[in-house]
């Protein structure tokens, strides 16, 4: 008989002992909780990047825009699958009517804008949302703090540049007001085609040229390269994961958290199943040594069963899926209201990769050990003991290669994946090590110990290689539920300082000096109340080491049309406290050294020890860089890219920004500051901030989803770890009970070896996050990291009541089972 | 002579797929201090579930089981447990030795069950005993089978019970080994005048016993 024959023989006969055994039905219920995990977090992750996509989209009034300080050539974006075009084009002006003057921002839109995001209007009719289509050429909307201080009304007109409009309507909401904030002035909205009439574009007034643009992905893509083969001047790509804008950090770091979380989870259950298929290679050793007696081929008892696993894993991650696509709609409903998500159209294809998670998990993790099984010795079997299985290198090291592609493919980061592929290595040898050490210590330690507790102790001292897969899979688990819940409240802590609550939720820009004494007590006397002030000197970018700015950056680094426009210099005498200074030196006083933050550095290519030149009105500043520092805030806190010290910058004009709280009740402030304070301008955030909460909320639920599946995949690998020590205790466990073993022996001797396994488990766990996820942080989300001990004692706690909770149910299962002599 | 233990018309059934099957019928049992007793029968009429019963282990749906004047089918498991460390040593046919525990730990660990002080010392002495003082710091795995069983008989002996439960003590064995070990359990049972209950096809060690009963379809047949 061939071995094809054998095999197919074997399957069919053994078929049924598999699915009755116990470890295999963990190991199946295993699989279909990660495929069902998996696939719920990609199909939601989807679902939720889709949406989120879509409000940052909002704010940027696009999915895509490009922006410059020149008009950009229209005729380049003709593309098929790009819907046409809209065009903003947004100039500082004043606005006068009945002998007052206001400045404005004069913003010229084309129609159809916006394409994303509501452009709400007070009309006459009432509020609504309309588009620039409704905008007729020679009306305008403004803003009603122009029309208050205007004292003007709805069909009246005003006079900006050389053009005579009509007042239309009232802004109420702009979707891309707060990726504008230099344009911090009230807006005035006119047609394109207005604002060439009020001819403000001709007299050398710099302005900011966009054109918004939504289409199919993969256009829009091309459309990027094409734009950079094209355009010689400076422009900027903004879209919801890349650009200067408040939201992009967000989603790049909201997708790279899910990427880790998926890894992790994978290997999770790697370390599972790879416990279970230890304990299977116990269970299938005597009758594969009986049907190795009655002359099947060794390796043909090994493979039937690898492929009856297969198939098994096949059979549930299809269940696992099918079960992820039941509780989508359930998953999206935790986000509603604020996220309205729509429940994706699923594909075959989107399963591939979480049955891949199954069927790898088994073919990694479980088939080199049952592989092992055709190394066992027969006459070992037979008289009772089964030895430890020969160690066999070539295939865990497959293993390992396929696991680490695998890792590679589902996270598309490379460094990620080295990262984590490190920090599982590492937690493996601290399993190892600790294992070891686990042992010794047991063997000493049981002698403090008598009866049942002793045995428990005994038992782990025994066989620490038993307890090295527990070890680190429980490891793993406890690492990132940790990292998880660290990263959560890290990220969230990131997306909390952007709130306008700790900055106020209106902005102020352009304050001289010397009013800032009289602006406070304005402030004050208005029962309003001052968040923040920074002085600023308003410069240009000249130089780099000597060498004028347009020679020094290539077209091809990614530079930034801020830094070689106008930029704010700020100073300070130590580091602001939303700063982390990476390297270097803070500005000494009296020193004109300059801290630069990380991402400017890196963008324009500077190192520590550069100079760079300012022009600061007439005056030519060369300052060397000493400090390079990231910025832990972003979106409406006030940044600075360069600081100095302050006598740098003592002897050039200054002006202050910074937040105003105010709230309903003392509105009238803004009319006095628009009054006593005419230079000053005043952005009102309020909406655009109403819109970032709800953002947060989402990313909030969504974390907490992610944590909440975590915890169940963690879970169902203490349970899975837990169960294989415990089914080995059932023997001993019935042999104690009749030579004596009273119930509470029993309970304690069970709880005792999952309360151990489990302390130590947590340790390395604590252990290796201390020294993985700082890196881990620093690398990939630009997040410092500082372990929340809080949060680890929690944890550790919830792990080890959950091992306890488990020997607590092994004991009272060894007690029902009876007990009997042979 | 006042019986130590002794069975009443114990009856024990079990439900299976085809019904009620009978395990042991009416069975009446009595065994004096210091007496051996032999139990034979085909496999399955019912040896070890008749030992489980009088050992406590298992309780019957009918019938009282006396063991030092209590009954203990009227106990709790706890107690039954308590009485069993206290009272009560046994042998069986694969050792059954805890095979993460060494030879001396395995013989200390139902005195330290039973809260003994210098369970470790006694479990010394007693291996010293039988000839095992050279093997107490090995495992079961590094023991032979007559060795396997000697430590087993120290376990059993420890506690130095009141009675002893044996189910097939030498069917593991071969005839030499068997010979020793039975000669040891012998010579401690005289030694500790301790009664004993063994289960056994072996028509030999059975000749040993005080007495010998036989069981068949789960009745206990007149002494023979």
Redesign the interface.
Known sequence: MNKLTQISILIKRLGRRTIAQKANRLLSLCIVVCTCVAASLGLFANSVQSALDNDIANYLGAPMVVRAEQALPIELFALDGIAPPVITASFTTGAIANNAYQSVSLKGVSDGYPLQGELVVRTVDGDAKLSANSLAIGSVWLDQRVIDELKIKLGEQIQIGRAWLTVTGVVVHEPDRLTQLQHALPRAMVRLETLAQTAVTSDNNRGEHRVLISGEKNEMVQLESLLAAAITYQYEVLKPGKGRHPFSRISVRAERMLNVILVLILLMWGGAAATLADHSVRNYAMPATVLRCMGVNRKAVAWALCLQLMLLALVMSLLGCLLAWLIQPMLINVMQPQMVLQVSNVAWRDFLGPIGIGLVTVVAFVVPKLQQLSSISVSSVLR??IDKPKRRYLTPLCAGLVVFAMLWYSSDNMQLTMMLVGAVVFLIVLSIGFGWALSKASAQAHRLF???I??AV??IG??PGRHITPLASVSIAMMAVLMTVTLRGSFLDVLQVQMLDIDGNYVYTGLPAQQRDNFMLAIESGSAELKGSYPTVSSRLVSINGVAIDDALTRESDTREETRSKVRLSWAENLPHNNRLLQGNWPTPGSKDVSVEYEVMSDLGLELGDKLGFQVADTLLTSTITSQREYQGGGSRMMFWFMFSEDALAPFEQHYMGGIMLDDNSQNVLSSISRNFPQVRIVDLERQITGIRDIMIVLTRLMNTTLILLLAGALMVITATSFVSASNRQR?ST???????????CYAMNITEQLVVGLVACLIGILGVQLIAGLMFQQLFALSYQLEWGSAVLVTALICATFVGLGWLFAFRQ?QQ????? | MKAILSAQSIKREVDTKSGLLRILDDVSFSLEAGESVAIQGASGSGK?TL??VL?G??IPQQGKVIMQGRDITVLD??QR??L???N???V???F?L????TAL?NVA??L????RKN?LAIATDWLTKLGMADRIGH?P?QLSGGEQQRVALG?AFAVQPAIL?A?EPTANLDTATAETVLDQLFSLQRELNTSMVIATHDNALAQRCDRVLHMHSGRLLAEL
């Not at chain 2, 805890?98 to 525990?101: E, F, V």
Request: glycine share 10%.
């Open positions: 009772g003991q008598r009866g049942p002793k045995v005994r038992s025994r066989s001993q042999l104690m009970r009749v030579i004596g073993l009273r119930r509470c022996q007690l009876p007990v009997k002599l042979s | 070890s030992l489980g050992a282990l298992d498991e706890d447990a308590l069993r460390a206290d009560i040593g046994f069986f046919q694969s059954f805890i095979d993460d525990l730990e660990l139902p330290e069950l039973f809260g369970a495992f795995r376990r439960f189910d």
